[in-house]
């Protein structure tokens, strides 16, 4: 807190609730690029078409795999979170709330309209 007598600063206790999370991007992603892999594999894994030839094979299985392996993704990321919010915690944070009054405000804008013109 500054000696102004225009400041005025009150500060509140609170009780805050932590958890950790995971990030469902990178679950999502972890997952469509193991069955990247995983249509690799299987195209290869079976003797050739002779109506379509491999690089349409992984095509059509990685449409289909990319799109499980995001959901799949997805569904550990949230199984992660659930078993996460068991173990959240509950802190006691301090808030901090700083009042300011007109008057001293404009002497900050005053202030701020003094070095825009200097710089111009």
Same mark, same amino acid.
């Given at each position: 807190?500054?000696?102004?007598?225009?400041?005025?600063?009150? %500060? +509140?206790?609170?009780?805050?609730?932590?958890?950790?999370?995971?990030?469902?991007?990178?679950?999502?992603?972890?997952?469509?690029?193991?069955?990247? /892999? /995983?249509?690799?594999?299987?195209?290869?894994?079976?003797?050739?078409?002779?109506?379509?030839?491999?690089? +349409?094979?992984?095509?059509?299985?990685?449409?289909?795999?990319?799109? %499980?392996?995001?959901?799949?993704?997805?569904? /550990?990321?949230?199984?992660?979170?659930?078993?996460?919010?068991?173990?959240?915690?509950? %802190?006691?944070?301090?808030?901090?709330? /700083?009042?300011?009054?007109?008057?001293?405000?404009?002497?900050?804008?005053?202030?701020?309209? +003094?070095?825009?013109?200097?710089?111009?």
């Amino acid at each position: 807190m500054s000696d102004n007598p225009e400041e005025q600063a009150t %500060v +509140t206790e609170s009780s805050v609730r932590v958890k950790r999370s995971p990030r469902y991007f990178r679950f999502m992603l972890a997952g469509a690029l193991v069955f990247v /892999v /995983v249509a690799l594999i299987l195209t290869f894994a079976f003797p050739p078409n002779p109506t379509y030839d491999r690089g +349409t094979v992984f095509g059509f299985l990685l449409l289909f795999c990319v799109v %499980v392996g995001v959901a799949l993704g997805a569904f /550990v990321a949230l199984l992660i979170d659930r078993s996460s919010t068991r173990r959240a915690r509950t %802190v006691l944070a301090d808030r901090l709330d /700083v009042h300011v009054t007109h008057s001293e405000s404009a002497a900050v804008d005053e202030a701020s309209d +003094t070095h825009k013109s200097i710089e111009n």
